[in-house]
């Protein structure tokens, strides 16, 4: 399992991989700069079984062959992204009260009163399917773009469900025994159905950085056929120049043949205008074929440049794993220095609220701008206390 962000950084290549390595019964000991990685025969992997030396560094200048290196772009760490995606292992993992801080509401927190206790209470457990994607963005101009990004679906709604996503994130980072093995309660079907969904979902959250890439590579591509068109602006006028220059000579020699009577410098005069001739219309035919290439634009090298700037992304999954998470009821208790009172929200771990709240005396939605609020002794919500207040005083 592996921790997710925005782009594969060196500490999330080495997470992935000590992750990873782990959960396939390697051991690591680590030693200063390096890593001492014993490697199991009966391990599943791409990695010969035995011991190895990582050095977690993009510093390859060490060209010792018994050493990995390891970062972003390293062939050690393409090569286990790629041993991962394929093998999209299926695991589990359960979230509880106690696994997971409460997240108070925005409309509590924002209240003049103070939150002063809170109780959870499961009553039944729902499940998400979290899935960590590794996506590669290539183009010639920006080789390669890599992302980590994890995404959690309710298995019931496929809504996304991003406090599950930062939850299970953080419990990667307490170690792999946070995770067990796959029971199999969902199918091979719908387990299909929540992949093409969450790669939509991702697909969209990326989409700022897949168009920002595309700008860059459409700039490149830009530059590069502007590049080309000066070029070939430049060798019009070189061509248009030779052929003006080999007409001139051959109006010289076709000059030169009407006034020697010498045979021998007659003969030379028509070989070379022969040879002129035929040079200046190999020259005219180029000059043609470009000029007809400018006119319609340069079709064929604009095709051809922007095929090679075009976007290549590729998604794939490389951790899937079946998120439990406890759902029930979260009482909140508020106080001000002369009251004091509760409120009850649905509520699930990791996932924060569950429900709207209403007040109720108007049924206004609490929120961030409308929190709950102390209204006589009673909760309220904000426009509700601002009311009353100004009937009171009147």
């Known amino acids: 399992m592996t921790d997710a962000?925005?782009?594969?950084?060196?500490?999330?290549?080495?997470?992935?991989t000590q992750q990873y390595l782990e959960s396939l019964g390697c051991s690591i000991d680590m030693r200063g700069k390096q890593w001492l990685v014993t490697v199991p025969e009966e391990a599943d992997t791409i990695v010969e079984p035995g011991t190895l030396t990582l050095v977690p560094s993009a510093d390859e200048e060490d060209s010792d062959e018994d050493k990995q290196f390891l970062h972003p772009e390293s062939a050690f760490f393409q090569e286990l992204i790629e041993e991962a995606a394929d093998r999209a292992p299926i695991g589990s993992m359960t979230l509880t009260a106690d696994d997971v801080e409460i997240r108070v509401p925005d409309w509590a927190t924002e209240s003049s009163a103070e939150v002063v206790d809170t109780s959870f209470t499961p009553y039944y457990d729902r499940t998400a399917l979290t899935i960590l994607f590794h996506i590669s963005i290539e183009t010639v101009s920006e080789y390669q773009t890599q992302l980590l990004r994890a995404i959690s679906l309710d298995v019931r709604s496929n809504e996304p469900l991003p406090g599950i996503t930062r939850a299970f994130l953080d419990q990667t980072k307490k170690g792999s025994d946070r995770f067990h093995e796959w029971n199999g309660e969902l199918s091979a079907d719908r387990i299909r159905n929540l992949l093409n969904s969450a790669g939509g979902k991702i697909r969209e959250q990326i989409r700022l950085t897949i168009d920002e890439i595309h700008d860059d590579a459409s700039r490149a591509a830009d530059a590069e056929l502007e590049e080309y068109r000066r070029l070939?602006?430049?060798?019009?006028?070189?061509?248009?120049?030779?052929?003006?220059?080999?007409?001139?000579?051959?109006?010289?020699?076709?000059?030169?043949?009407?006034?020697?009577?010498?045979?021998?410098?007659?003969?030379?005069?028509?070989?070379?205008?022969?040879?002129?001739?035929?040079?200046?219309?190999?020259?005219?035919?180029?000059?043609?074929?470009?000029?007809?290439?400018?006119?319609?634009?340069?079709?064929?090298?604009?095709?051809?440049?922007?095929?090679?700037?075009?976007?290549?992304?590729?998604?794939?999954?490389?951790?899937?794993?079946?998120?439990?998470?406890?759902?029930?009821?979260?009482?909140l208790s508020l106080a001000t220095d002369t009251e004091e009172g509760s409120i009850t929200v649905g509520y699930g771990s990791g996932v924060g609220e569950t429900e709207s709240v209403t007040c109720e005396f108007c049924d206004r939605e609490l929120t961030?701008?409308?929190?709950?609020?102390?209204?006589?002794n009673y909760l309220g919500c904000s426009k509700c206390k601002s009311t009353f207040g100004n009937s009171s005083s009147s």
């Open 5 to 16: 962000a925005l782009e594969v950084t060196q500490s999330e290549a080495e997470q992935f």
């Open 232 to 331: 070939q602006e430049q060798r019009i006028a070189e061509l248009e120049e030779k052929i003006e220059s080999l007409t001139d000579t051959i109006d010289e020699l076709s000059a030169t043949l009407q006034q020697t009577g010498d045979e021998a410098e007659r003969m030379e005069a028509l070989r070379q205008r022969k040879e002129l001739k035929q040079e200046r219309t190999e020259l005219q035919t180029e000059l043609s074929e470009l000029n007809r290439q400018r006119e319609t634009g340069f079709p064929e090298k604009q095709r051809e440049i922007r095929d090679r700037h075009a976007l290549k992304v590729r998604l794939k999954p490389v951790s899937i794993t079946l998120v439990k998470y406890e759902t029930g009821d979260l009482v």
């Open 368 to 376: 961030a701008k409308n929190p709950v609020q102390f209204t006589g």
